[in-house]
C-alpha cells in the first residue's frame, strides 16, 4: 500500500463514518417511555420541594432541563397500549398521544421560564399544570392492562 492508498482508505473510513454519526446525533427518542416517565417523575417531586428556594436555582434549571428532554424522547415513541391496537386507531392514538405529550412541554417550558424570571409563584403554577396532565394522560394512554 502506498502513502495515496492510505490516504484513499482514510477517506473512505471517514465517509462510511458520517451518516451513523448523524444517525446518533439524530436520534433524540432515548430511553423507553416508561423509564422517561421515571425522570418526569423525580423532577415533578425535586422541583415540589425547591422551586421556592432561590438557592436551588441553579438545579432547579437542570432538573427541568432533564424533565423536558424526558418528554422530548417520550413523545416521539408509542405508549405500549398500541401494542394491541389495528394499524389505524393506532394512528390516531399517537398523533393524540404526541399532542397531549406537547400540552406537557409546553407547561414544562413555562416553569423554566419562570424560573428563569425568578418568578416561583409562576413557576409552581405551571408544575401544577404540567402535574394537572398526568391523572388525564394515563387515563386515556397507560389504562389498566
Ligand atoms: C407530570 C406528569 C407525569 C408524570 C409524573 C408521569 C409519570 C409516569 C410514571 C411514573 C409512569 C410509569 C408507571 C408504571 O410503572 O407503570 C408513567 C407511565 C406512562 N405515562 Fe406518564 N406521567 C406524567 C404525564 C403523562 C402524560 C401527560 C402522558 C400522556 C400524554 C403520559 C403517558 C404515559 C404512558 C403512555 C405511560 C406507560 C408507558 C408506555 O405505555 O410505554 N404520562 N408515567
Known amino acids: 500500500m502506498n502513502a495515496r ?3 484513499a482508505a482514510g477517506l473512505i473510513a471517514v465517509a462510511a463514518a458520517v451518516p ?3 444517525a446518533i446525533a439524530g436520534d433524540s427518542k ?3 417511555i416508561k423509564s422517561q416517565m421515571g425522570v418526569l417523575k423525580d423532577g415533578m417531586k425535586k422541583l415540589s420541594a425547591d422551586l421556592e428556594d432561590p438557592k436551588k436555582t441553579d438545579a432547579n434549571l437542570e432538573a427541568i432541563l432533564k424533565m ?3 418528554v422530548h424522547g417520550a ?3 408509542a405508549p405500549q397500549a398500541t401494542s394491541k391496537q389495528e394499524k389505524d386507531a393506532k394512528e390516531g392514538f399517537v398523533k ?3 399532542q397531549s405529550m406537547i400540552e406537557l412541554e409546553k407547561a414544562l417550558l ?3 421560564n419562570a424560573i428563569l424570571a425568578g418568578d416561583a409563584a409562576k413557576a ?3 408544575l401544577q399544570t404540567a402535574g394537572g396532565l398526568k391523572e388525564p394522560g394515563h387515563q386515556k394512554f397507560n389504562p389498566r392492562r
Open 30 to 32: 432515548g430511553p423507553p
Open 5 to 7: 492508498h492510505v490516504l
Open 68 to 70: 423536558q428532554e424526558a
Open 110 to 112: 413555562d416553569v423554566e
Open 20 to 22: 451513523s454519526y448523524f
Open 75 to 77: 413523545k416521539q415513541q
Open 124 to 126: 409552581k403554577e405551571a
Open 96 to 98: 393524540e398521544y404526541r
